[in-house]
């Protein structure tokens, strides 16, 4: 989590997230983004509603925080695995014809020894680590938070710390842009109870603002989107008057619908889920509303930064109204997002039961020209396994060019892909799935599950 303090009295949280989470949202009528955001059905609170669906609490916060999108935080810092991480995430997002949604959080010294304190040990492997981000982004549209406080937060650091930080901020701005010219980069802006717009602004156009497509305030706190809107135009004012122009706002809504102030939510039960994530802003200053902050998400107070607990998410959305629709995840014509990944404990009855320790079930959920999506379902045989591994060989002319919700190995045609963490142990006749991003033809090639 990224600790923001205000000169006056609140201050904001910028927490790690594991996850993210997108889904309703329109055409945009002002901004310069249109089409639907992402919704990733393999976050903590995804999880966590379909292993509690008995919860009292489960429905709630199914419907008003799980079924929406929050952006997936890339706060661990390792440099040989982030590749993956955004290689899974962008593909499943472009698979199903959607926009996905990052916020970068691992520079140097980020939150100046606060509750999410860590990041890259120097700036050189911040740089390798960003370089790793950015040749996964893919070609199309993606909205990236750059390094949440990194700008409005610099009281840990001096003159020349600062000045290194702001050149780190403005070539991973650039090395981002680069790779993907679609990709949409937003710097910190800090938020309207904090910095004075004037300050604000000057920070963000010497940390490169000018290479950027705008900023994004309020992230993970609790100012109301008036506010922080009145502070954007501020900011754009200042901008223009120092040269730089054309430069648009994010905010984040996903806790500012109820009390400002008190700079962490973890004990407070004063908060609500603000305006429900959408590029539809209809303000030509404001490219999206976003959940920055998954909801939920504890920002290092009363528990440990990033982790979910249902006690904060059901505070946060009991009293909020529900979403303004229920699109699909995706259109009939576009492949569909990444299956749910949770273990279950109800497989589906048209499956064989497994005779060994573990069966894998294989089908292609979506076509399209030079290539398919495939889901596999794994599932517990004798047993409860603690670990799995899926083999087959591919069809000829077909590669796998993205996984998620497991760890892909290949050699020549032969393809295994074995669990993550959280979904190795499976219960007594319990299941999961992971899916895949595949060219050539679907086939019906036979899979063979082993465990440990």
């Given at each position: 989590m990224a600790r923001s303090r205000v000169v006056a009295a609140?201050?904001?949280?910028?927490?790690?997230?594991?996850?993210?989470?997108?889904?309703?949202s329109g055409t945009a009528s002002a901004g310069t983004i249109s089409g639907t955001l992402y919704r990733d059905p393999s976050t903590a609170v995804a999880r966590w509603v379909e292993s509690n669906s008995g919860d009292s609490r489960a429905a709630v916060i199914r419907d008003k925080i799980a079924s929406q999108p929050a952006t997936r935080w890339?706060?661990?810092?390792?440099?040989?695995?982030?590749?993956?991480?955004?290689?899974?995430?962008?593909?499943?997002?472009?698979?199903?014809g959607q926009i996905p949604a990052l916020t970068?959080?691992?520079?140097?010294?980020?939150?100046?020894?606060?509750?999410?304190?860590?990041?890259?040990?120097?700036?050189?492997?911040?740089?390798?680590?960003?370089?790793?981000?950015?040749?996964?982004?893919?070609?199309?549209?993606?909205?990236?938070?750059?390094?949440p406080d990194s700008i409005a937060l610099l009281t840990c650091l001096n003159s020349s710390e600062i000045a290194a930080r702001n050149q780190a901020l403005r070539t991973a701005t650039q090395t981002l842009k680069a790779a993907n010219p679609n990709a949409k980069v937003y710097l910190d802006g800090g938020h309207s109870a904090w910095n004075s717009a004037g300050e604000q602004a000057s920070r963000l156009?010497?940390?490169?603002?000018?290479?950027?497509?705008?900023?994004?305030?309020?992230?993970?706190?609790?100012?109301?989107?008036?506010?922080?809107?009145?502070?954007?135009?501020?900011?754009?004012?200042?901008?223009?008057?120092?040269?730089?122009?054309?430069?648009?706002?994010?905010?984040?809504?996903?806790?500012?619908?109820?009390?400002?102030?008190?700079?962490?939510?973890?004990?407070?039960?004063?908060?609500?889920?603000?305006?429900?994530?959408?590029?539809?802003?209809?303000?030509?200053?404001?490219?999206?509303?976003?959940?920055?902050?998954?909801?939920?998400?504890?920002?290092?107070?009363?528990?440990?930064a990033g982790s979910f607990q249902p006690d904060l998410a059901y505070s946060l959305a009991s009293t909020a109204p529900n979403p303004p629709s229920s699109s699909p995840a995706s259109s009939p014509s576009s492949p569909s997002s990444s299956p749910s990944t949770s273990p279950s404990s109800s497989p589906s009855p048209s499956a064989p039961f497994p005779t060994g320790a573990c069966g894998a079930t294989l089908q292609a959920v979506s076509t399209w020209n030079g290539g398919y999506q495939g889901e596999v379902k794994v599932q517990a045989g004798n047993g409860t396994p603690s670990g799995w591994t899926v083999s087959w060989t591919l069809p000829a002319g077909s590669s796998i060019s993205q996984v998620w919700n497991g760890t892909l190995t290949t050699s020549?045609?032969?393809?295994?892909?074995r669990n993550v963490s959280w979904n190795g142990n499976l219960p007594a006749d319990g299941s999961t799935t992971f899916g895949f991003i595949a060219t050539g033809t679907a086939g019906t090639p036979a899979l063979t599950c082993t465990s440990p």
């Open positions: 609140a201050a904001a949280c910028a927490t790690v997230a594991a996850g993210s989470v997108l889904i309703v890339l706060s661990n810092f390792n440099v040989s695995a982030v590749g993956s991480e955004v290689a899974g995430y962008v593909g499943a997002a472009n698979a199903a970068v959080y691992g520079i140097t010294n980020r939150d100046c020894g606060g509750a999410s304190s860590g990041g890259a040990p120097d700036l050189g492997q911040y740089q390798t680590w960003i370089g790793n981000i950015a040749r996964n982004l893919g070609t199309r549209t993606v909205v990236i938070n750059l390094e156009v010497a940390a490169g603002v000018a290479g950027a497509d705008g900023f994004y305030t309020n992230a993970s706190n609790f100012q109301p989107t008036s506010a922080e809107a009145a502070y954007g135009r501020s900011i754009i004012s200042s901008l223009n008057g120092q040269g730089v122009s054309g430069k648009r706002q994010v905010i984040d809504t996903s806790r500012n619908g109820g009390a400002s102030g008190d700079w962490c939510g973890d004990d407070n039960t004063d908060r609500r889920i603000g305006q429900y994530p959408t590029v539809n802003t209809g303000d030509a200053n404001i490219d999206g509303y976003l959940w920055i902050k998954p909801p939920g998400e504890a920002d290092g107070c009363r528990y440990a020549g045609s032969a393809v295994s892909v």
